[in-house]
């Protein structure tokens, strides 16, 4: 059996604007969606990012707290960071900034050894982007 790559599975409060938000961004590829029963939200969908993956969905409050992720916007903030690792940080940086992110750490050389900063999405979620120094 080899490792499994691990994909983060977001939950957002808007899943067609997300992304449209992923692709102008980051240059996602949506690869495949599904709606809800009712039409209007997104159950699933899978974006080819690089070499990896995210998949996305719609909030389903209703569900409840078992079984529901909920997106950052109701919990208040993000939980985790997700990391692009790209071999021009400037360019990625500001293709995101340009599509609507918002600078939460700005992209700069760090003591580590990397071009590294920090920016929020329309939907909650806090991306890094890193690459060599400059």
Same mark, same amino acid.
Request: glycine letters at 12%; charged letters at 20%; proline letters at 6%.
């Given at each position: *059996? #080899? ?13 067609e604007?997300?992304?449209? %938000?992923?692709? &102008?961004? %980051?240059?996602? #590829? ?7 029963? /009712?039409?209007?939200? !997104? *159950?699933?969908?899978?974006l080819? !990012? ?7 969905? /719609?909030? %389903?409050?209703?569900? $409840? ?7 950052? #916007? &109701?919990?208040g ?8 690792d ?5 360019a990625?940086?500001e293709?995101?900034?340009?599509? =609507?992110?918002?600078?939460? *750490?700005?992209? /700069?050389?760090?003591?580590? $050894? *990397? ?7 329309? %939907? =909650? ?10």
């Open positions: *059996m #080899t490792n499994p790559a691990p994909v983060p599975h977001l939950a957002v409060n808007d899943g604007a997300a992304i449209a %938000f992923y692709e &102008r961004a %980051f240059g996602a #590829t949506l690869e495949g969606k599904h709606l809800a029963e /009712d039409g209007k939200r !997104l *159950m699933h969908a899978h080819k !990012l690089g070499a990896g993956a995210i998949y996305l969905h /719609d909030e %389903f409050p209703e569900i $409840g707290d078992y079984g529901s992720a909920k997106a950052p #916007t &109701r919990l903030g993000a939980s985790c960071v997700i990391h692009l790209v071999p021009d940080a400037d990625a940086w293709r995101a900034v340009n599509a =609507g992110a918002e600078v939460v *750490m700005e992209l /700069d050389n760090q003591f580590w $050894g *990397m071009r590294y900063g920090q920016i929020k999405d329309p %939907f =909650g979620h806090i991306w890094s982007i890193g690459g060599p120094v400059k």
